[in-house]
Nanobody, 127 residues
Framework: QVQLVESGGGLVQAGGSLRLSCTAP????????MGWFRQAPGKEREFVAS????????YYSGSAKGRFTISRDNAKNTVYLQMNSLTPEDTAVYYC????????????????????WGQGTQVTVSS
């Protein structure tokens, strides 16, 4: 089974940056599209960003576009989320997920379309 391990969360002041990482073992990492989702207290889990297996195509939520960058290094079996210009509204538990669906283009924004999930990492933006 795919096991996703997340890291990089923490406490940061408004306007600061964080870089989240998600690593998976195995030989099939590049076969999976990868996504980042987040869930704030009292809110539904929401889509943040997604990237194709090759890294050639990316998607972002409206709030992430222009501030966040998703990338991947398939040689390291790792996907990243670089978050800049953070605000308190970005405070949430961030999850990475893997999607083997060949029609990922149609469902990249839907959490229940992803097959595997990480444990989540807390991001807290103060002020």
């Amino acid at each position: 089974q795919v096991q996703l391990v997340e890291s990089g969360g923490g406490l940061v002041q408004a306007g600061g940056s964080l870089r989240l990482s998600c690593t998976a073992p195995g030989r099939t990492f590049s076969s999976y599209a990868m996504g980042w989702f987040r869930q704030a207290p009292g809110k539904e889990r929401e889509f943040v960003a997604s990237i194709s297996g090759s890294g050639g195509r990316t998607y972002y939520s409206g709030s992430a576009k222009g501030r966040f960058t998703i990338s991947r290094d398939n040689a390291k079996n790792t996907v990243y989320l670089q978050m800049n210009s953070l605000t308190p509204e970005d405070t949430a538990v961030y999850y990475c997920a893997a999607d083997a669906d060949r029609y990922w283009r149609d469902t990249y924004y839907t959490s229940n379309s992803y097959d595997y999930w990480g444990q989540g990492t807390q991001v807290t933006v103060s002020s």
